[in-house]
C-alpha cells in the first residue's frame, strides 16, 4: 500500500507570493491533517480534514487555508507569503478520527521563502 | 488544553549505552500518547503508542516506554542504542476533545557516537 504523498518536495517562493502543496493520503484514509514543522518551535498543528470538511483548526492566520476533495486528496494554500512561513510542512492521515489511531506522515513539503 | 513537554532537546549517547528521552504531558482528560521518530529528510513514523491497559509499552527498533498517570510522563527507553538510532524523537499527545488533532512536544535529538 502506498505511503501519504506529498507533492512538491521543495520548493522556494518570494515573499508576497502565494503557495498551494497537495497531499494523497494512503488508500482508505479519510481524516488528513497539516503540521508546519521548524527548528526549535516542533510541530505545530494547521489543520485537519475529514469528509471534505474542516474538522479541527490550529492557531494560524488565515493565511493559511485547506481543502479536502471526496477522493481525500488535501491541499494547502499560503496566501501573502512571509519569511517566516520557511518551513517543513506535514501532512498526515489516518483511517478514521480517533484519537488513538496512529497517524501516517508524508515525507514533507520544504518551503522556502526569500 | 494539552500540552507536550520534552524535557531534553538533546541527548548524545555512546554506542551500546543505555538512553531515556524524557517526556512530560498535560491534560484534563484522558490521554492517548505517542513517540515518533523523524530520520533526516524524512517525515515521522511511529515508534510506539500507549492507549490503555499495561502502562510498559514495547515498540519498534526494541525501544518501550512507561506510562506513568500520576507523574505525567511517557518516557522512552532503550537499554542499548546503535548509529542507526540517531534521529529526532517526538512525543505527543490525543484525547476525544480533540480528535483529529496531535500536539507533539519540540522533540529530542537523539545522536549515538561510536
Known amino acids: 500500500k502506498a505511503g501519504v504523498t506529498q507533492t512538491p518536495r521543495y520548493l522556494i517562493k518570494t515573499r508576497g507570493q502565494q503557495v498551494t502543496l497537495s497531499c494523497s493520503p494512503i488508500?482508505?484514509?479519510?481524516?488528513v491533517s497539516w503540521y508546519q514543522q521548524t527548528p526549535g518551535q516542533g510541530l505545530q498543528f494547521l489543520f485537519e480534514?475529514?469528509?471534505?470538511?474542516?474538522?479541527n483548526k490550529g492557531n494560524f492566520p488565515g493565511r493559511f487555508s485547506g481543502r479536502q476533495f471526496s477522493n481525500s486528496r488535501s491541499e494547502m494554500n499560503v496566501s501573502t507569503l512571509e519569511l517566516g512561513d520557511s518551513a517543513l510542512y506535514l501532512c498526515?492521515?489516518?483511517?478514521?478520527?480517533?484519537?488513538?489511531?496512529?497517524?501516517?506522515f508524508g515525507e514533507g513539503s520544504w518551503l522556502t521563502v526569500v | 488544553a494539552q500540552s507536550v513537554t520534552q524535557l531534553d532537546s538533546q541527548v548524545p549517547v555512546f554506542e551500546e549505552a543505555p538512553v531515556e528521552l524524557r517526556c512530560n504531558y498535560s491534560?484534563?482528560?484522558?490521554?492517548?500518547l505517542f513517540w515518533y521518530v523523524q530520520y533526516p529528510n524524512q517525515g515521522l513514523q511511529l515508534l510506539l503508542k500507549?492507549?490503555?491497559?499495561?502502562?510498559l509499552v514495547k515498540g519498534i527498533n526494541g525501544f518501550e516506554a512507561e506510562f506513568n498517570k500520576s507523574q505525567t510522563s511517557f518516557h522512552l527507553r532503550k537499554p542499548s542504542v546503535h548509529i542507526s538510532d540517531t534521529a529526532e524523537y517526538f512525543c505527543?499527545?490525543?484525547?476525544?476533545?480533540?480528535?483529529?488533532?496531535?500536539?507533539f512536544g519540540d522533540g529530542t535529538t537523539l545522536t549515538v557516537k561510536p
Open positions: 500507549y492507549l490503555s491497559g499495561s502502562t
Open positions: 488508500s482508505g484514509h479519510r481524516s
Open positions: 498526515a492521515s489516518s483511517p478514521r478520527r480517533e484519537p488513538g489511531n496512529t497517524i501516517y
Open positions: 505527543a499527545v490525543s484525547d476525544y476533545t480533540n480528535a483529529g488533532k496531535s500536539t
Open positions: 491534560s484534563s482528560v484522558s490521554v492517548y
Open positions: 480534514y475529514f469528509s471534505e470538511t474542516q474538522r
